[in-house]
C-alpha cells in the first residue's frame, strides 16, 4: 500500500501470518521478508515511485519465546546494515494499530469483503 507520510511517498508491504511464530513460522518468514526489499520496484505497477519502502510481519499470534530474540536481532540487523524500515506486529500491537488509528470501520468492512463474519459487530 501507498502512503504519503510526512510529505515521503511510503511503500508498506505487509507479510501476514496465522498464529504463533515458532522456528519454522520464523524461517519462512524471513525469507519472505527478507524478498519483499529484492524484488525490483520494475515489476509493480504503482502509480507514483516509493521515496521508502517498509515491510511488516503481522500474525494473529504472538512470537514464541524462544524465537523472539532471534526476530529482534533480525530485525535491528536489516535496519542498522541494511537500511531497511521493518516491523514485527503481533496481535497485541495489531489491535493498537486498529484502535490508535480508528481504523475499526476499515477492520470490518476488509473481513466482510472477505467473506468473514463480524457477528453484527
Do not use: C
Amino acid at each position: 500500500m501507498l502512503f504519503l507520510i510526512d510529505g515521503v511517498i511510503v511503500l508498506r508491504q505487509y507479510q501476514a501470518k496465522s498464529g504463533d511464530i515458532d522456528n519454522k513460522k520464523w524461517r519462512e518468514s524471513k525469507d519472505e521478508m527478507e524478498k519483499m526489499f529484492q524484488v525490483p520496484l520494475t515489476s509493480f505497477q504503482l502509480p507514483v515511485a516509493p521515496q521508502r519502502i517498509e515491510g511488516i510481519l503481522i500474525t494473529n499470534g504472538h512470537a514464541n519465546p524462544y524465537i523472539e530474540p532471534v526476530i529482534a536481532g533480525w530485525l535491528q540487523e536489516q535496519r542498522e546494515t541494511h537500511k531497511r524500515a521493518v516491523e514485527f506486529m503481533h496481535v497485541d500491537e495489531l489491535v493498537d494499530w486498529i484502535t490508535k488509528g480508528r481504523l475499526v470501520n476499515e477492520l470490518r468492512a476488509a473481513l466482510q469483503e472477505h467473506g468473514i463474519d463480524t457477528g453484527g459487530a
